[in-house]
T-cell receptor
Framework: DGGITQSPKYLFRKEGQNVTLSCEQN?????MYWYRQDPGQGLRLIYY???????QKGDIAEGYSVSREKKESFPLTVTSAQKNPTAFYLC????????????FGPGTRLLVL | EDQVTQSPEALRLQEGESSSLNCSYT??????LFWYRQDPGKGPEFLFT???AGEEKEKERLKATLTKKESFLHITAPKPEDSATYLC?????????????FGQGTILTVHP
């Protein structure tokens, strides 16, 4: 069964703590993306990666970091520098970048203790 | 700057009552317009991609249309299971990657 998996479903962060959200895909997609969703707002792009070992900042990259060591995996770290991390985080992938449909994972909800 | 505005913010329908959702966009050359459905607490599910004005696509009770300034998602004889948030996104020409600009969504509730 091909698809995108994200874990955990819920994540709790203490102040000053870095946390990492997992995103794995078995669709053989080259491009992967991280979005943040806040209530009443559209999805906003955090980071994207077109190929392994390469990634670029999106519109709201401050306080976040990523890596792309494998084609299938694109983990997102929410650092302590992100002052308002509470949100629903969505990972997506596509076969290429331009014009291709992005398919989304089930999401991780991050809450601050 | 690319912008997407969806209306209405929320729509309540009775089962069987057809209606339309609107997605107005401003973009420097449209590469594609995408519709997604999102259930509470879940990731968006892809519905349609439209590439040029005049294009139409259908899937069950849903039909998406595109003009040069807006897209409509028509829902014919909706059922309670059609209740969800519907998201519209655009991709502009000139971007080297697949950046999508999303609207804020329309929350659809269909009552039995």
């Amino acid at each position: 069964d091909g698809g995108i998996t994200q874990s955990p479903k819920y994540l709790f962060r203490k102040e000053g703590q870095n946390v990492t959200l997992s995103c794995e895909q078995n669709l053989n997609h080259d491009a992967m993306y991280w979005y943040r969703q806040d209530p009443g707002q559209g999805l906003r792009l955090i980071y994207y990666s077109q190929i392994v070992n390469d990634f670029q900042k999106g519109d709201i990259a401050e306080g976040y970091s990523v890596s792309r060591e494998k084609k299938e995996s694109f983990p997102l770290t929410v650092t302590s520098a992100q002052k308002n991390p509470t949100a629903f985080y969505l990972c997506a992938s596509s076969t290429q970048t331009a014009k291709e449909t992005q398919y989304f994972g089930p999401g991780t909800r991050l809450l601050v203790l | 700057e690319d912008q997407v505005t969806q209306s209405p913010e929320a729509l309540r329908l009775q089962e069987g009552e057809s209606s339309s959702l609107n997605c107005s966009y401003t973009v420097s050359g449209l590469r594609g317009l995408f519709w997604y459905r999102q259930d509470p607490g879940k990731g968006p599910e892809f519905l349609f991609t439209l590439y040029s004005a005049g294009e139409e696509k259908e899937k069950e009770r849903l039909k998406a249309t595109l003009t040069k300034k807006e897209s409509f998602l028509h829902i014919t004889a909706p059922k309670p299971e059609d209740s969800a948030t519907y998201l519209c996104a655009v991709q502009a020409r000139g971007t080297s990657y697949g950046k999508l600009t999303f609207g804020q969504g329309t929350i659809l509730t269909v009552h039995p």
